[in-house]
């Protein structure tokens, strides 16, 4: 066996898969290629990948990295154009070469972030932003594994930030920390938000977001024959997406049980369920449940006496 490492490009719609369905992705891919990699032991076995620092959602990166063991020695010669056959959009892989050094070496990486504004750059914005990033403590808060929060002074895991004015937007490039602890270039920006409310148009994104209401296709069912909807979606911000909520206000459902079910790689959905009720205040719309794992799937139906 030898290990194997890719570097792959993660972009457009890609960027808004979890990390595990990425992972999931690439698990499906390589024997689709043909190519055989190393299986974990026992009853179950699934391919061993791991992908080194993933993205959050919603960010993109031409430089992700996976690393594998493949079953029979390989150069890593062809592996890419094998892979690029099965790939969905938005995942393209670069290259693949012989593991020669270890991911605990790797110290720092870079990142490019866009500060745009609808009504151009508010004056002085692009100075105050890096005086203020010339503090030695900058507290954010950030999501820890066990889904609580905790403040990251992210000052000292900074190596540089070089800003860049241009038509409606500022440009940062940031070379921050990869790990131990790393930090996630999302939170420069959160930095900037919370710090400068004119200065980005992030701290309004939320409720721009909520304002939505996205057409959709004319639905082959009609909701109003049910009496019984099972409604499920992802966690985006944080709640349910707005295109659901166009479903919910586009039909009269007074009187329906609506059991809402949701995805997420973390969180919880309680706050999408009261905005389900906001959208449809004649219905009654249960608490819901999160059902990333299938074994969740039965006892949710039979709390819900859809299933005996």
């Known amino acids: 066996m030898s290990k194997s490492r890719l570097v792959f490009v993660n972009e457009h719609q890609a960027s808004y898969i979890s990390h595990l369905d990425v992972m999931r992705t690439f698990q499906r891919v390589f024997p689709r290629a043909?190519?055989?990699?190393?299986?974990?032991?026992?009853?179950?076995?699934?391919?061993?990948?791991?992908?080194?620092?993933?993205?959050?959602?919603?960010?993109?990166?031409?430089?992700?990295?996976?690393?594998?063991?493949?079953?029979?020695?390989?150069?890593?010669?062809?592996?890419?154009?094998?892979?690029?056959?099965?790939?969905?959009?938005?995942?393209?892989?670069?290259?693949?070469?012989?593991?020669?050094?270890?991911?605990?070496?790797?110290?720092?990486?870079?990142?490019?972030?866009?500060?745009?504004?609808?009504?151009?750059?508010?004056?002085?914005?692009?100075?105050?932003?890096?005086?203020?990033?010339?503090?030695?403590?900058?507290?954010?808060?950030?999501?820890?594994?066990?889904?609580?929060?905790?403040e990251l002074n992210i000052a000292p895991l900074i190596r540089s930030l070089t800003l860049t004015e241009g038509e409606g937007v500022i440009l940062a490039d940031a070379v921050v920390a990869a790990q131990d602890p790393g930090l996630n270039p999302a939170l420069i920006g959160a930095a900037v938000a919370l710090s400068f409310a004119d200065c980005w148009n992030l701290v309004e994104q939320p409720m721009t977001y909520l304002s939505q209401r996205p057409d959709l296709q004319p639905f082959a069912a009609v909701p109003a024959d049910y009496d019984i909807l099972l409604l499920g979606y992802p966690l985006w911000w944080g709640t349910v997406p707005m295109a659901v909520r166009t479903f919910l206000e586009s039909h009269h459902l007074d009187g329906k049980v609506i059991c809402p079910f949701a995805t997420s790689g973390g969180g919880t959905m309680e706050d999408s369920v009261e905005d389900l009720r906001l959208s449809a205040p004649e219905a009654d719309v249960q608490d819901g449940q999160m059902l990333n794992r299938l074994c969740h799937l039965k006892p949710w139906l039979k709390r819900n006496g859809l299933l005996l």
Not at 60 to 71: A, K, M, P, T, Y
Not at 125 to 138: G, K, P
């Open 34 to 150: 043909g190519l055989s990699i190393k299986h974990s032991n026992g009853f179950h076995p699934h391919p061993i990948l791991s992908i080194v620092l993933p993205l959050p959602v919603g960010q993109s990166s031409d430089c992700e990295i996976l690393d594998f063991e493949s079953v029979e020695d390989s150069t890593g010669e062809g592996v890419a154009e094998a892979l690029n056959t099965g790939m969905p959009a938005g995942l393209r892989v670069l290259d693949c070469y012989c593991v020669t050094r270890p991911v605990r070496e790797m110290v720092n990486l870079r990142a490019q972030l866009e500060m745009e504004y609808d009504n151009g750059v508010p004056e002085g914005a692009c100075e105050r932003i890096r005086e203020f990033f010339t503090q030695e403590e900058i507290f954010v808060e950030k999501r820890t594994k066990h889904k609580g929060m905790t």
